[in-house]
């Protein structure tokens, strides 16, 4: 079945540190993956996504290029802020619609 | 702007009560989606809809139960809740394309459940 592995939490920066959440996946045919991001007392809401092999999703300075050879989604950012700490979830799209979640990623970044 | 709202942000049952929660969605989507979000698990889903009065199990439907009357309407029944039901739970919608995997979901605030 489908499935989808991101790195553990939680993960601690300074401002103005670079980011990389690692994501990794398992899935059958060509499935779209995503990054949602969940603010403190929030749901959850979509970062980026992207639809096919190459192509680089983009939002608020995030990046994560869609790499089949790899299995891999993973999140980047140059320079993060105090306001980027939150929870992280990449997901994979499978037939109808459904979402295949990550166990998340905590990211604090400190001033 | 796509507003998914659900009716409780925190909730105390007692064990065996029956619990409804009830997520709305404003922009017509025909998918809605219940999940449950537990620390080190991610989110799992409990049951989706693809329309009225459609409903299909999920990863984790067990002690579960749904309702949508409504297009707008997902609701989610706890029949007789359980400690090990504490959770949070998150209401989620999109619209339908036939054959992708490309739409978004937009979920609600989420309802932060204590069973004791």
């Known amino acids: 079945g489908n499935s989808v592995t991101q790195m553990e939490g939680p993960v601690t920066l300074s401002e103005e540190a670079f980011l990389t959440i690692n994501c990794t996946y398992t899935?059958?045919?060509?499935?779209?993956l995503f990054w949602y991001v969940q603010y403190p007392g929030e749901g959850l809401q979509l970062l980026l996504k992207a639809t096919k092999a190459d192509d680089k999703g983009s939002n608020k300075g995030f990046e994560a290029t869609y790499r089949k050879e790899t299995t891999s989604f993973h999140l980047e950012k140059g320079s993060v802020q105090v306001s980027d700490s939150a929870v992280y979830f990449c997901a994979l799209g499978s037939s109808g619609d459904k979402l295949t979640f990550g166990t998340g990623t905590r990211l604090a970044v400190r001033p | 702007d796509v507003k998914v709202t659900q009716s409780s942000r925190y909730l105390v049952k007692r064990t065996g009560e029956k619990v409804f929660l009830e997520c709305v969605q404003d922009m017509d989507h025909e998918n809605m989606f219940w999940y449950r979000q537990d620390p080190g698990l991610g989110l799992r889903l409990i049951y989706f809809s693809y329309d009225v009065k459609m409903k299909e199990k999920g990863d984790i439907p067990e002690g579960y139960s749904v309702s949508r009357e409504k297009k707008e309407r997902f609701s989610l029944i706890l029949e007789s809740a359980s400690t090990n039901q504490t959770s949070m739970y998150l209401c989620a919608s999109s619209s339908l394309t036939t054959g992708s995997y490309q739409e978004t979901q937009y979920f609600g605030p989420g309802t932060r459940l204590l069973v004791l």
């Open positions: 899935a059958t045919g060509y499935p779209s």
